[in-house]
């Protein structure tokens, strides 16, 4: 499995935009932590999550790929790179038999890949291939409901992120697109499975729906990832 994602995302159509995991802790009770590692089709990445009360959660995560490619027309040989991190502060609860949560947050980075991009046309072209570098930013919305088990458990987490590309650098020209925010639809679907002491493997699967219209750059509609978790209270129920 763990190479199968690998694979996904080094014969990937070059998106510019890659989603990363979710990250959703859906704690139990105050001053629990986790601490997971995943490969994903968004590169190699790191979270951590902590509950600063019985109510509120802390969350932060970072992606990074690099790749190897060549530029389609020319057969120019660039790196292709994603950079991405993320912070977050939500509310948490749960019942008998669920778990929820509700982060919002903001997170930042960069992409390198190969496209066509109108607004490169008076540099390089009409219809042009080029490698180029655009800075992202993101604002999210990130609910979460799961199931309440103390071995495995489910959990859905419906995001939704407001996306922007807001410049792009090739060579010494960069370029601000005149173009407004994307919002993207972003659900996924994570399992996680206890496998000894704190010690959880996760795996996850997730969409990238974009609800505002077209998207002038790739992005991945397909997100999978696997990992490992830390979870200081993956074991505890409330007792109600």
């Given at each position: 499995?763990?190479?199968?994602?690998?694979?996904?995302?080094?014969?990937?159509?070059?998106?510019?935009?890659?989603?990363?995991?979710?990250?959703?802790?859906?704690?139990?009770?105050?001053?629990?932590?986790?601490?997971?590692?995943?490969?994903?089709?968004?590169?190699?990445?790191?979270?951590?999550?902590?509950?600063?009360?019985?109510?509120?959660?802390?969350?932060?995560?970072?992606?990074?790929?690099?790749?190897?490619?060549?530029?389609?027309?020319?057969?120019?040989?660039?790196?292709?790179?994603?950079?991405y991190a993320?912070?977050?502060?939500?509310?948490?609860?749960?019942?008998?038999?669920?778990?929820?949560?509700?982060?919002?947050?903001?997170?930042?980075?960069?992409?390198?890949?190969?496209?066509?991009?109108?607004?490169?046309?008076?540099?390089?072209?009409?219809?042009?291939?080029?490698?180029?570098?655009?800075?992202?930013?993101?604002?999210?919305?990130?609910?979460?409901?799961?199931?309440?088990?103390?071995?495995?458990?489910?959990?859905?987490?419906?995001?939704?992120?407001?996306?922007?590309?807001?410049?792009?650098?090739?060579?010494?020209?960069?370029?601000?697109?005149?173009?407004?925010?994307?919002?993207?639809?972003?659900?996924?679907?994570?399992?996680?499975?206890?496998?000894?002491?704190?010690?959880?493997?996760?795996?996850q699967l997730?969409?990238?729906?974009?609800?505002?219209?077209?998207?002038?750059?790739?992005?991945?509609?397909?997100?999978?990832?696997?990992?490992?978790?830390?979870d200081t209270?993956?074991?505890?129920?409330?007792?109600?």
């Open positions: 499995m763990r190479y199968l994602i690998v694979l996904a995302f080094l014969t990937s159509c070059s998106p510019l935009y890659l989603p990363a995991t979710r990250n959703a802790p859906m704690f139990t009770e105050g001053g629990e932590a986790q601490f997971s590692g995943y490969v994903s089709s968004a590169g190699v990445e790191g979270q951590a999550a902590y509950s600063l009360s019985d109510n509120i959660v802390l969350i932060g995560s970072y992606a990074y790929a690099s790749q190897k490619k060549n530029n389609s027309q020319t057969q120019e040989s660039y790196t292709r790179k994603n950079s993320e912070l977050g502060i939500g509310l948490y609860n749960t019942t008998r038999s669920t778990r929820w949560e509700l982060i919002g947050g903001y997170g930042f980075g960069e992409s390198t890949s190969s496209d066509v991009y109108y607004f490169f046309k008076e540099e390089f072209g009409q219809g042009v291939e080029t490698i180029a570098t655009g800075k992202l930013q993101r604002i999210f919305i990130q609910p979460s409901i799961g199931t309440n088990n103390r071995g495995t458990n489910l959990t859905f987490t419906p995001k939704i992120s407001w996306v922007d590309f807001s410049e792009f650098t090739s060579g010494a020209f960069t370029e601000k697109p005149n173009e407004k925010p994307m919002i993207f639809l972003e659900p996924a679907l994570t399992l996680k499975m206890h496998l000894a002491g704190n010690l959880f493997g996760i795996a997730g969409l990238a729906v974009p609800m505002s219209g077209d998207a002038y750059f790739k992005y991945q509609q397909l997100q999978a990832s696997i990992g490992i978790q830390i209270g993956g074991l505890k129920t409330k007792v109600y």
